[in-house]
């Protein structure tokens, strides 16, 4: 999905740091709702068509904020769309992800899904094999869904790691290492 307000930002020169507050929460809502499209897509599934108008409803509120601080008629009073609704569009986008594509199984202790206990499973291989740190690019080789995790929820500005029912696998931020242990 293309937002708006990315071509706005490009065409007036602006970036997301010369907004004022309330756009800048505005476009950290879209991100959330991008991550959910894609993490929806990759299930195979589509949105609802009223997701998709409320997310449009919120780029375009967006665009009307960066008009406004380009212009200089900001007052602030304009209200942001679906305000009491952003969780309940992040609700419908994990819903709609979930919606027949998850696979429960009843496996090692309580884990639910296939997914997570692969990534156990990954994690668990790694661990009993004696290596007690492991580097993003072994992670890859050694472990793909580990891998394809933590590139998909990768923040240079948080903690970064999975942390499972009975192992961790968490970076550290001094030397890019992924430590594993045992719980």
Avoid at 115 to 131: P, V
Wanted: glycine share 4%; with cysteine.
């Amino acid at each position: 999905m293309e937002f708006k307000y990315i071509e706005e930002l490009k065409n007036n020169g602006l970036n997301i740091n010369d907004l004022p507050e309330d756009a800048q929460i505005g476009i950290d809502q879209l991100k959330n709702f991008l991550k959910g499209l894609n993490m929806l897509e990759k299930s195979g599934k589509k949105p609802t068509q009223k997701t998709l108008r409320k997310i449009k409803a919120m780029d375009k509120w967006v665009c009307y904020e960066i008009y406004d601080h380009i212009n200089e008629t900001d007052s602030n009073s304009d209200d942001m769309p679906y305000e009491d609704e952003i969780d309940e569009i992040n609700d419908e986008l994990i819903e709609e992800t979930n919606a027949e594509t998850t696979i429960f199984e009843k496996k090692e202790g309580n884990l639910q899904n296939k997914l997570a206990f692969e990534i156990e499973t990954e994690i668990k291989t790694i661990f009993d094999s004696g290596i007690e740190f492991i580097e993003i690019e072994t992670i890859k080789l050694k472990a793909p869904k580990c891998y394809n995790l933590l590139f998909d929820t990768y923040d240079p500005e948080s903690d970064n790691g999975i942390i499972t029912s009975y192992y961790s696998m968490l970076e550290n931020k001094q030397d890019g290492v992924f430590y594993i242990n045992k719980k």
